[in-house]
């Protein structure tokens, strides 16, 4: 990374799981950056373009005055990175968490690129996040940024050897003078931890907690178990395992089947996803295109297809079940005990819940759980995985029916939830009156859908009331000039926000 900051491109990518360190790379690589570098730091991404100019000008400590413009702003930047060059000083924005950056506030960055010399870039930017960015910067919009990539890393989890000259090296540099690991006891750790560093902390100073209370110098391999189930219960497993790139999972065409029931198909998971955890990539993981074709089960009676109806329906009595698959659409793999809303806080997505039609959940565009009631009026879950004009297609029991909307409006009272990312980390509605970075952020994204060239504002006036309505109409939504949730969700959808969608096959 070190040799890729020296060289004339705009763009360095470093991505990896959740606790595999990149953190720590982030800030070795600054202690080894040489002096005349000025580097600037961002660890908060969850900003709006202006505050991102903004902040990089706190970074480099450049003077600015509050009202200050876009234009302003930017030639401020320039004129230091000029100014820079001049010296001899090379310009580092870094960038941690950076999937959480919106499409808009990434264009900025690349226009930030775009003062060069004949050989160089004057600004240096390197994103690091999670590999949900890698998914981000795959969007048509911001081509032209994947383009000025010219160094891209992946941070893997260890192996099973890494684990233990890991473990041995975190011991060593503390002077350890007893052998608290034996080999059995860290293969287990790693296998459990899935060789992230994090866990792997995490784990062994609960198990030498353990150990000591039981004044012993050695881990156990009881030990070890009961530090496992303390510390991984609470976490969300990685969706990708070690020394493996993350890969689609392949699903079944629908079967159509005949009779009464004609207008319900089955798909089913591979068998081997049934017994591991389902590895979804990213935000928008869905479908793999090339799916496999298998054979039609319980296709041949009217009998056996009720049967077999029946049984999947029985297995989805449970909520849990159905927000687990959710979970795992977003690109989330969570044990059944922490598929709750709870967890949703912890990865940036918020729960939301109410009360809608078919034709809405069209136009919010996202999967969500609704509450079916079979022919007792017993209700069971089921997620909405993919909506066209003549099929609705349903995750029952982690399997895939499609059913006609017909059969499905019989069913279903209206009430929906439903994961969605709130602008800027914050679910409350957006009002006239109000003004700071969410209104900045509003206005906007309003100015992007109506191919509105207005200037950027930061208070909710009667102009971005106006637009607000105009979308509002557009979508045949209440026209209440109010950006509550379910507008936000509408807006989040038409301009093409990353997120699983309900036509998986495009997206």
């Known amino acids: 990374m070190l040799s890729g900051l020296t060289?004339?491109?705009?763009f360095g990518l470093l991505t990896g799981e959740v606790g595999t360190g990149k953190t720590t790379v982030l800030r070795a690589m600054i202690s080894r950056?040489?002096?005349q570098a000025q580097v600037a730091v961002i660890l908060?991404?969850?900003?709006?373009?202006?505050?991102?100019?903004?902040?990089?000008c706190d970074e480099l400590g450049l003077s600015y005055r509050d009202e200050a413009s876009f234009k302003q702003l930017t030639d401020i930047i320039y004129q230091h990175l000029i100014?820079?060059?001049?010296?001899?000083?090379?310009?580092?924005l870094l960038v941690d968490e950076a999937q959480h950056l919106m499409p808009d506030v990434l264009e900025q960055l690349r226009l930030l690129t775009n003062l060069e010399t004949d050989s160089r870039k004057l600004l240096k930017v390197v994103l690091i996040g999670q590999p949900e960015l890698q998914q981000l910067l795959q969007q048509e919009r911001l081509r032209q940024l994947a383009q000025r990539i010219t160094s891209r890393y992946h941070l893997l989890p260890l192996t099973e050897t890494e684990v233990s000259e890991?473990?041995?090296?975190?011991?060593?540099?503390?002077?350890?003078?007893?052998?608290?690991?034996n080999a059995n006891v860290i293969s287990y750790i790693a296998k459990q931890t899935q060789g992230v560093p994090r866990l792997i902390n995490l784990v062994c100073d609960k198990s030498m907690q353990l150990a000591c209370q039981g004044g012993t110098h050695s881990v156990t391999k009881t030990m070890a178990i009961q530090a496992c189930e303390d510390i991984l219960s609470w976490q969300i497993p990685s969706t990708a395992a070690p020394r493996s790139t993350a890969s689609w999972l392949p699903w079944t065409i629908a079967a159509t089947l005949c009779g009464v029931m004609a207008t319900v198909a089955w798909q089913y998971w591979p068998p081997s996803s049934l017994s591991q955890p389902l590895k979804?990539?990213?935000a928008s993981a869905q479908v793999s295109a090339a799916a496999k074709t298998i054979t039609p089960v319980a296709a041949t009676t009217t009998t056996s297809v009720e049967s077999r109806l029946a049984e999947v329906i029985n297995d989805s009595r449970q909520q849990r079940n159905a927000m687990q698959s959710l979970y795992q659409l977003w690109g989330f793999d969570t044990a059944l005990n922490q598929a709750t809303c709870a967890t949703s806080s912890r990865i940036a997505l918020t729960c939301f819940s109410g009360s809608t039609t078919l034709a809405r959940l069209g136009l919010i565009n996202r999967p969500v759980i609704v509450t079916l009631k079979d022919g007792q009026q017993q209700p069971f879950y089921a997620v909405v995985y993919a909506i066209t004009d003549d099929r609705i297609e349903l995750l029952l029991d982690h399997q895939r029916i499609s059913?006609?909307?017909?059969?499905?409006?019989?069913?279903?009272?209206?009430?929906?939830s439903l994961l969605w990312r709130p602008p800027l980390g914050d679910k409350t509605t957006i009002r006239f009156g109000q003004s700071g970075a969410r209104v900045a952020w509003l206005n906007q994204q309003l100015n992007t859908f109506l191919g509105d060239n207005g200037p950027q504002v930061r208070y909710f006036d009667q102009t971005?009331?106006?637009?607000?309505?105009?979308?509002?109409?557009?979508?045949?939504?209440?026209?209440?000039?109010i950006a509550g949730p379910m507008t936000l969700m509408i807006l989040d959808s038409a301009l093409n926000f990353p997120g699983p969608t309900l036509q998986p096959e495009q997206a």
């Open 83 to 92: 100014a820079n060059h001049a010296a001899g000083r090379q310009t580092l």
């Open 464 to 481: 971005v009331l106006d637009k607000l309505r105009r979308f509002q109409r557009s979508q045949d939504i209440a026209a209440d000039g």
């Open 166 to 181: 890991y473990i041995h090296y975190r011991l060593s540099a503390v002077d350890c003078l007893y052998p608290v690991f």
């Open 403 to 416: 059913v006609t909307p017909a059969w499905f409006e019989a069913r279903w009272d209206g009430q929906f």
């Open 33 to 35: 950056l040489p002096q």
């Open 44 to 56: 908060n991404p969850a900003l709006s373009s202006h505050d991102l100019l903004a902040t990089i």
């Open 7 to 10: 060289d004339g491109g705009g």
């Open 280 to 282: 979804l990539t990213t």
